[in-house]
């Protein structure tokens, strides 16, 4: 699940105010992402059409660990970052501020945090989704298993704990059909954005 999170030295205590502080200082505010058409990247180009365009510098860089080195010294002043058990704890101690979390609905991990919807960002969701595949042509019968073995462990009430307490929430029943409809929903709903935003992806 991402999230908008900025340097502590950004004055900014809410999505709103950011918007604000980013529209007052239009190309003077730079923000990382795990690289071109990366996750982090597609979901700020949403962040800046639904906030009604905003001029922000994007730093691609490879993977999210230096952006997340850059966004703890000040290097860059936003990060539109993963929710990890690692990110929490950087914000609970002042060194990066949590603005929203891009989800459905508030995370167990953070529930004191608004979702980006609840900030006036109305359907902004960003989810970075896990899941079992398989190669095409795997027999129905083996794919069956594979479900049978995940549903069971996902069922397991320490392991949804230790996901929630990491910042994952547990998509629970999730079968083949479900997940293969999802995907096909995700795509559906980022395609015409990337296209529009012209991002072409790293080879």
Do not use: C
């Amino acid at each position: 699940m991402t999230s908008i999170t900025v340097n502590p030295s950004v004055p900014a205590k809410t999505v709103q105010e950011l918007i604000q502080y980013i529209k007052a200082n239009p190309g003077k505010l730079s923000y990382g992402s795990g690289g071109t058409g990366a996750i982090t990247h597609i979901t700020v180009e949403m962040f800046k059409q639904m906030a009604g365009g905003l001029d922000i510098v994007h730093i691609p860089y490879k993977g999210m660990a230096p952006a997340m080195n850059d966004l703890l010294s000040g290097q860059i002043a936003v990060g539109f970052v993963n929710i990890t058990a690692q990110v929490v704890a950087l914000h609970r101690s002042g060194k990066i501020r949590i603005l929203a979390v891009n989800a459905p609905a508030r995370l167990e991990a953070v529930p004191d945090i608004p979702t980006a919807a609840e900030a006036g960002l109305p359907h902004f969701v960003s989810q970075t989704f896990f899941g079992v595949f398989a190669a095409a042509g795997t027999p129905k019968a083996a794919l069956d298993k594979v479900n049978q073995v995940t549903q069971a462990r996902w069922s397991d009430s320490e392991f949804q704990q230790r996901l929630t307490e990491s910042g994952f929430e547990p998509m629970l029943g999730l079968g083949p059909e479900q997940a293969a409809r999802y995907l096909n929903e995700e795509i559906a709903r980022w395609a015409p954005l990337v296209r529009a935003s012209g991002i072409q992806t790293q080879q």
